[in-house]
């Protein structure tokens, strides 16, 4: 097995029993980058090879000193291109911000940089995190690595198709309606988004600030934890992260899920439902049940309501949010305008794409005078409803099982001139980020026409070592295969 098909888990024990060296390991990783990129898209920058491997050399000289390295130490990572990166430039899939280099590292970027990972560059994106196929990218879409004809999901698109060609072994992402679970589950990879507040969002490009959050992807539940852990955590840079102890995201239990209670709702089974995806939902259920969960059928009953409120709410914030892209203080600038005010329109009409477009406008309508109540603010009401729904359910199950995304990937362009479908494409996901939960896609199997297929498990507030007991003992017993698909 080359080096850059290890898990995590399979990687953190060979660094650990020095079997291969971190320098070894990105090679490796780079080497499968230059060979698959043109194929993918899955980045829109990668950082000089010569940079990279001296960030390798020296996790091996940290691990090498015999102190405590930690599990990231030597371990390749991706970034999502909506997260700020020092010195590397950081575009949000726009032209808008095509030329910005932050002078500064998100939270998370420092805390992985402490934690010695190897940041291995930034990761294709829809523009400003704004749509579900990765098709709205200023710099050309992403494709599936299971099927280059599909797409890989979205915003997150970049960070799942590079974990699962095997281009790093981890990745960050960001998830406001689902960006993170929703590709997961196209690319078959692990996607987790926190609790609300868990993870920092200072040097997060805003979208929708009170949903945002970023997120891990990996090939493994193991992974996908670790990544957590060492981003996690109060930061007084973002007066909205939680005062909250990072416990030890995934303790070892096996496969025994017994006292686990688990619900199933009603809503997610509805109409919309690609019948291969229900069938392998359904078979992940039984094995969940076949580890000593007890299985109940629940209701989340607002659910139907949580496209139209999510993209309300959303879509206002990200209104006011990018209003501060106007041609004068940073961001693109237009050659063109004659005074101010065409100044304001051109850069905004030249720097922007049709998708971010088209969401400036609904929310700016929603929030105007006249429709504020009877939109927008009805929205946070269904939202409250939403949240409400989730703490019933959670009184008598301890997670909640469903659906990633009510199909598997979709062909390239089938979607893209189509917003309502495209929409659509977030029922199953958009209610945790409208409730502040913590969610993760985990892959259950392949459909009849060989495309992976999400299970997505839900828990409550900063329940997350619940989350991944569930999802791990689930990859265990399932013997999900980890194999990379075939490019």
């Not at 230059?34 to 940079?51: C, I, N, Q």
């Not at 970049?158 to 689902?178: F, K, Q, W, Y």
């Not at 009184?395 to 495209?422: C, I, K, N, Q, Y």
């Amino acid at each position: 097995m080359k080096l850059y098909e290890l898990t995590f888990s399979q990687i953190r024990a060979g660094l650990s029993a020095g079997e291969f060296s971190s320098r070894e390991l990105t090679e490796s990783v780079l080497d499968r980058i230059e060979r698959v990129e043109p194929a993918l898209s899955a980045f829109v920058t990668v950082r000089g090879r010569g940079e990279i491997l001296a960030e390798a050399e020296r996790a091996d000289a940290s691990r090498a000193s015999g102190g405590n390295p930690g599990a990231l130490c030597g371990v390749p990572v991706a970034v999502k291109d909506n997260i700020s990166t020092r010195g590397l430039a950081t575009t949000c899939g726009s032209r808008m911000l095509e030329s910005y280099v932050p002078p500064y590292d998100a939270t998370a970027v420092a805390r992985l940089r402490g934690a010695g990972a190897v940041i291995v560059g930034k990761t294709n994106m829809d523009e400003f995190a704004m749509g579900s196929s990765n098709e709205n990218s200023a710099f050309g879409a992403t494709r599936n690595p299971w099927d280059t004809g599909r797409v890989p999901g979205g915003s997150s698109g970049g960070s799942a198709a590079a974990v699962a060609a095997g281009e790093v072994p981890l990745a960050l992402g960001s998830d406001t309606g689902g960006s993170v679970r929703q590709p997961a589950g196209f690319c078959g990879v692990v996607g987790v988004k926190p609790t609300y507040g868990r993870v920092s969002r200072y040097g997060l490009v805003a979208f929708a600030s009170s949903l945002d959050q970023i997120g891990t992807v990996s090939r493994d539940v193991a992974g996908a934890a670790a990544l957590l852990e060492a981003i996690a955590g109060e930061d007084p840079r973002d007066s909205t992260t939680a005062a909250e102890p990072v416990p030890s995201l995934l303790a070892d239990t096996g496969t025994d899920l017994t006292g686990v209670a688990v619900g199933v709702p009603d809503e997610y089974f509805a109409d919309g439902l690609d019948g291969s995806v229900a069938e392998k939902v359904s078979d992940a259920v039984e094995t969940i049940r076949s580890l000593g969960a007890k299985v109940l059928t629940i209701s989340i009953p607002h659910l139907r309501f949580g496209v139209a409120a999510y993209y309300l709410v959303a879509d206002a914030e990200a209104s006011a949010n990018l209003a501060r892209y106007d041609g004068v203080r940073y961001g693109h600038r237009s050659d063109h305008a004659e005074d101010l005010e065409s100044l304001y329109r051109m850069s905004r009409s030249e720097g922007f794409g049709a998708e971010v477009k088209r969401r400036i406008m609904l929310g700016t309508y929603a929030l105007s005078a006249g429709y504020y109540d009877q939109y927008y603010l009805k929205a946070q009401r269904v939202r409250t409803l939403l949240a409400r729904d989730f703490e019933r359910a959670f009184e008598s199950v301890d997670a909640v099982v469903a659906p990633t995304s009510p199909t598997t990937a979709f062909a390239l362009g089938e979607r893209v001139h189509d917003p309502v479908s495209m929409y659509l494409s977030d029922v199953y996901t958009v209610p945790v980020n409208l409730a502040g939960i913590p969610a993760l896609s985990v892959p259950c199997g392949l459909s009849a026409s060989g495309l992976p297929v999400g299970l997505q498990i839900m828990v409550d507030k900063f329940r997350e070592p619940v989350m991944f007991r569930v999802a791990q003992a689930y990859e265990r017993a399932a013997g999900v295969d980890s194999s990379l698909p075939e490019l």
